[in-house]
T-cell receptor, first 112, second 113 residues
């Protein structure tokens, strides 16, 4: 069965303190890995798609990277408005299903 | 920026009643989805819809659930006889293709009492 594990479950940072969130996965061939941001009481907001090992995507203070076993979401000099839950979802290439499996997320709080 | 719109934002219903959750996906998207998220838990897939038919469904999507695209814009999820455990946030999403990230709506909070 495909597995997606995100760590840590929760992370508290001071404004400006850079860090990384991890998403490790086991799938029967990776078709795509997605990062989303979810604010309380809202739907997930799409951030990035990564398709192959070595690929990187950036958006403002966020940078996503991908290896064959995990993805990192690097947050550089975070601001309080970056506080949210960050979700990783993995789409397998094999098995006939194209539906991504979501991890439980990392809850990020950035203190001013 | 185009949005996925969901109504109502909050619905309270009595156990055993039928509810219909409504969604307007992004107009040029071809794939539509329903997900749910029980408080404090992860986002779970319910069903996907393409070309006017269900393309995939999860084990959660049993006979009490159904989906429809009654016209060119709306996409609905019907829960026939609600149970307490159906209480959750229900998210509609749409996408242009299966390879891209989805655009999610803001959700409907369903509370079954």
């Amino acid at each position: 069965e495909d597995q997606v594990t995100q760590s840590p479950e929760a992370l508290r940072l001071q404004e400006g303190e850079s860090s990384s969130l991890n998403c490790s996965y086991t799938v029967s061939g990776l078709r795509g890995l997605f990062w989303y941001r979810q604010d309380p009481g809202k739907g997930p907001e799409f951030l990035f798609t990564l398709y192959s090992a070595g690929e990187e995507k950036e958006k403002e203070r966020l940078k996503a990277t991908l290896t064959k076993k995990e993805s990192f979401l690097h947050i550089t000099a975070p601001k309080p408005e970056d506080s949210a839950t960050y979700l990783c979802a993995v789409q397998a290439a094999a098995g006939g299903s194209y539906i991504p499996t979501f991890g439980r997320g990392t809850s990020l709080i950035v203190h001013p | 920026e185009p949005e996925v719109t969901q109504t109502p934002s909050h619905q309270v219903t009595q156990m055993g009643q039928e509810v219909i959750l409504r969604c307007v996906p992004i107009s040029n998207h071809l794939y539509f989805y329903w997900y749910r998220q029980i408080l404090g838990q992860k986002v779970e897939f319910l069903v996907s819809f393409y070309n006017n038919e269900i393309s995939e469904k999860s084990e959660i999507f049993d006979d009490q659930f159904s989906v429809e695209r009654p016209d060119g814009s709306n996409f609905t999820l019907k829960i026939r006889s609600t149970k307490l455990e159906d209480s959750a946030m229900y998210f509609c999403a749409s996408s242009e293709t299966t390879a891209y990230g989805y655009t999610f709506g803001s959700g409907t909070r369903l509370t079954v009492v």
